[in-house]
C-alpha cells in the first residue's frame, strides 16, 4: 500500500479596511485592548451584524486579480463552536462549495515549479 501525501493550505488575508467586517468599530492594529469593540463584535444578545460595503467592493477586487467568477448573489453562515479564544462561540464565515454561495468561485494563482507552472485550486 502506498500513500500519496495531499497538502493544503487555508489563507487568511486582512483586507485594509478602516472598520470591521460586520460593525462600525476601528480596524485600526495596535489599539489599547476593549477599545475597539461593540454588542456586535461581542456577539451579545440580541446584536445583530450588518455586512461592511467597503469589505465587498475589496474582496471583489482581489477575486477579480485572481481570476476568480464573481457571483450574482452570496450569503454568509454562522459557525456555532467553542473554541477558547471565541467566548461568543460563532464565527461568521463563507464555504467554498458552489452550494453555500461564497462570493467568488474559481480562480486561482500560477506557482512557478521546477516542471513548470502549476496553476492553484
Ligand atoms: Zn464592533
Known sequence: MSYEPVIGLEVHAQLATQ??????????????????????C???PGALPVLNREVIEKAIRIALAVGCNIQPRSRFLRKNYFYPDLPKGYQISQFQSNDEMPLATEGGIEIPTKNGPKKSA
Open 19 to 40: 472598520t470591521k467586517i460586520f460593525c462600525g468599530c476601528s480596524a485600526e492594529f495596535g489599539a489599547e485592548p476593549n477599545t475597539h469593540v461593540c454588542p456586535v
Open 42 to 44: 461581542l456577539g451579545l
